[in-house]
């Protein structure tokens, strides 16, 4: 399996003559060292077991990258629907605008618990009415 991201260099001469001679295992050409080195960064080991415990770092970083991407769904989805409830909210206001308070009041009591006191009510009504 050939290097993805990194260029492999050999950590003891640092010559760039060097071969694949297994997975993820490298031989250089110039002194005879045998080394691993990382598919994705190209850092360098004397022994597998070091490899595959770096490898780890590596997957931690995808695994939140992946998290994050599905965070941002989810965000962009509650807006979404935010953006709904506040056009619903405003033709509500739209729709009342000319009756009294009494009916006003009678529209905070038809609205849900969580909006009842929500400040943008009244910003949404005051510009509904001017």
């Not at 290097?3 to 997975?23: D, F, H, Q, W, Y």
């Amino acid at each position: 399996m050939a290097l993805r991201n990194a260029v492999v260099t050999c950590p003891k001469c640092s010559s760039g003559s060097v071969r694949e001679v297994g997975e993820n295992r490298y031989l250089c050409l110039s002194c005879g060292y045998t080394f691993y080195a990382c598919p994705v960064c190209g850092k360098t080991f004397e022994q597998p077991f070091q490899l595959a415990g770096h490898m780890r770092s590596h997957r931690r970083r995808q695994d939140l990258s992946e998290l994050m991407l599905q965070l941002l769904a989810e965000i962009e989805a509650i807006r979404e629907e935010l953006r709904a409830q506040r056009a619903l909210l405003e033709r509500l206001l739209a729709e009342y605008q000319g009756r009294n308070s009494t009916q006003q009041v009678q529209l905070s009591e038809w609205l849900p618990e969580f909006l009842r006191g929500n400040p943008w009510l009244s910003i949404l009504h005051s510009r509904a009415e001017g």
